[in-house]
């Protein structure tokens, strides 16, 4: 019985390959599972001229740190993911093989275990160990219920892990075995064809360095609206931001985007107006200092997060707020 | 152009759950349902390619009698027919989901499937890229675009952080279409007269003889969660909660 962490790395166009953060969560994860079940952790990175990176991994408490290597293995694709890390995992025989929640991660894991005739558990947010049987736990309507899936039966089991969901900071120090691992694909195996990486334009806002941020969400019905909650914006002279369906609709730039596919903010206020806070906007924005929501449904999962909050209808509580935050100033 | 686009009805958005009693599952009682909104973003995607290159375009949905309602309103949309399998997947992995999917479009070969990229309601987010594998196809995720291209298909997929990637694949191929790319369209009144004379062919998890096979993972219970973070909540009127909001803000947080 042992963990794999698989850890992401991304090629950039300029230079090296490099970590995406979240790798480090999962190979916390992997050790504190670890050190419950009595069992080793290791880790592996997949690419092609990775070994530096894997090289970084020496450092660390794990058993082996396998570098997945290959040309064909350069730029991601699924299938060549997924025949990588099966031959991998058939290979190395984990009992529990754990990925960061990332997009890369929902393209292909869902295959790879598919390939294996089993079942991923996709986007935990926590996990315990009950009578040496692991259980999971993942979130299901958005987050407003949780559930808990017991591992059992046959192995490898495979989760992702939700960004956030355990700590970077307490990775455990110590000695692993590099071992390089060369996977067989053939050209013909890789179906799909990635092009360029790129972004729409430039970003003009950066969200990250606001100290205080209003943000807005379903609850504000039509775009006729928006000069409501930018007024409130501008009494606390913050920036204003947005969930998703604002900027799908254009009612607002989608360079003001908070969530997992639009900017990750941690301001001194974040004050979500009419945001129900599904996991995809949490994920951007549950590191601010004072989160502040205000909401007609007082099961909405923004109040998990929330320190301050007003269950009511956001038409008459933002005009009053806007009058209460002119008075104090 | 065959294109099957996979729907779910899941409950509206704005439901009110409560456990149901067996704690495995919510209490479907009073539930209202809707399309699972992915999937109707799938759908429209699937209903603009055939505009723009003809052929047919096919719902599929796995979900109870009462999902009929989803799959009219997929038909009155536009969708030429329809395949229903009658089957309560409301707990189900995505694996189960997705073999029962595989098995019907078994004899129909299509050439691009289409859905959304996760359900509002398990979120596993899981169910196409599988029937992908089941089905032997070349898959992508989270589409924002997709246009016809030397006898294949480029898409854009999005990534991360504002990121964007064209990727390019033979047909056929299944995608995962993002919620939110176009404006969806809506049922006219000849539409949803024409819905009531087009094809549903019903069948069942039996029909399709797909086995069911032991899951290595088991959903012990559901339940609310906890409130971890302690939320201080102002009462009474805008006015007064207000006012208590931001004098908290000024002498508690120290924000403004």
Redesign the interface.
């Known amino acids: 019985m042992s963990i794999l962490a698989v850890l992401e790395q991304r090629t950039t166009p300029a230079g090296p390959p490099e970590w995406n953060r979240m790798s480090f969560e999962t190979l916390a994860a992997a050790q504190q599972f670890a050190a419950q079940l009595g069992v080793t952790a290791s880790a592996a990175v997949v690419g092609s001229g990775i070994g530096s990176l894997a090289g970084e991994l020496a450092s660390r408490q794990l058993e082996k740190v396998y570098a997945v290597e290959h040309q064909l293995l350069k730029n991601y694709t ?2 060549g993911y ?1 025949i990588a890390l099966r031959q991998l995992v058939e290979r190395v025989k984990p009992s529990l093989v754990l990925f960061p929640h ?3 991660v ?6 790879l ?3 294996l ?7 935990v947010v926590s996990h315990r160990i009950e009578s040496g049987q692991v ?1 999971l736990v ?18 490898p ?1 495979f989760a992702s892990l939700q960004a956030g969901a355990y700590r970077a900071d307490q990775i455990s120090a110590g000695t692993a075995a590099v071992e390089p691992f060369t996977p067989q694909i053939q050209p013909s195996d890789v ?10 334009s430039q ?1 003009a806002v950066d969200l990250g360095a606001a100290e ?1 941020i209003v943000s807005v969400g379903r609850g504000i019905k039509e775009a006729d609206n928006i000069p409501l909650v930018q007024k409130l914006a501008d009494a ?1 002279g913050a920036e204003l931001a947005a969930s ?2 604002i900027c ?2 254009g009612w607002l730039p ?2 003001r985007q908070v969530g ?5 903010v941690a301001p ?2 974040y004050l979500a107006v009419g945001i129900s806070g599904a ?1 995809q906007h949490l994920v951007g924005m549950k590191g601010s ?2 989160v ?2 205000i909401n007609k ?1 007082a ?1 909405a ?1 923004i ?11 956001l038409f ?2 933002v ?3 806007i ?3 002119q ?3 | 152009m065959k294109i099957v686009v996979a729907i779910k009805q899941v ?1 509206v ?2 439901s ?2 409560r ?1 149901a009693s067996s704690g495995k599952w ?1 209490d479907q009682a009073d539930l209202a349902y809707e399309i699972n909104e992915p999937d109707a973003y799938a759908l429209e995607a699937g209903l603009q390619f055939k505009e723009q290159h003809g052929g047919e375009v096919v719902a599929l949905c796995a979900g109870p009698p009462e999902a009929a309602q989803t799959i009219r309103e997929a038909l009155a949309k536009g969708a030429d027919r329809a395949i229903h399998i009658e089957q309560d997947t409301a707990a189900s ?3 189960a989901t ?1 073999r029962l999917l595989a098995a019907a479009l078994k004899s129909e070969n299509p050439d691009l499937v289409l859905t959304g990229l996760q359900s ?8 196409g ?2 029937l ?3 089905l032997s196809l ?5 589409i924002m675009q997709l246009e016809k291209r030397n006898g294949g298909i ?1 898409v854009k997929r ?13 047909l056929p191929a299944l995608l995962t279409i993002q ?3 176009s404006k969806l369209r809506y049922a006219t009144l000849m539409g949803i007269k024409k819905a009531k004379t087009k094809e549903i062919r019903r069948v069942t998890a039996a029909d399709l003889a797909v086995p069911a ?13 906890e ?3 302690h ?5 009474g009127s ?2 007064e ?3 208590q ?6 002498f508690e ?1 120290r ?2």
């Open positions: 699924p299938d997924v990332t997009y890369q929902r393209d292909f894991l869902p295959r275990a598919t390939a005739n089993r079942v991923a558990v996709s986007d259980v993942r979130q299901l309507f958005q987050g407003k219920v949780n559930a808990d899936m017991r591992l059992a039966g046959d192995t089991h179906r799909t064809k990635p092009l360029e990486v790129f972004r729409e970003r205080i606390l998703r369906p799908d609709a989608m360079e997992s596919s639009g900017q990750t001194k206020m996991i200092r004072t502040v929501a449904d099961n999962p109040f998990e997060v929330a320190d301050y909050g007003i269950v009511g209808d008459q509580v005009p009053e707020l009058e209460a935050i008075k104090a100033r | 409950p958005r704005d009110q759950l456990i919510i992995d995505p694996l997705a509002d309601d398990l979120g596993y987010g899981q169910t890229v599988i992908a594998e089941l070349p898959h992508a995720t989270i480029r999005e990534l991360e952080d504002g990121w964007f990637q064209h990727v390019e694949m033979p919620s939110g790319i096979g032991a899951s290595s993972v088991t959903l012990d219970r559901i339940y609310l969660p409130r971890t973070k939320t201080q909540l102002f009462e805008p006015k909660a207000a006012a909001l931001v004098e908290k803000l000024k947080a924000v403004i």
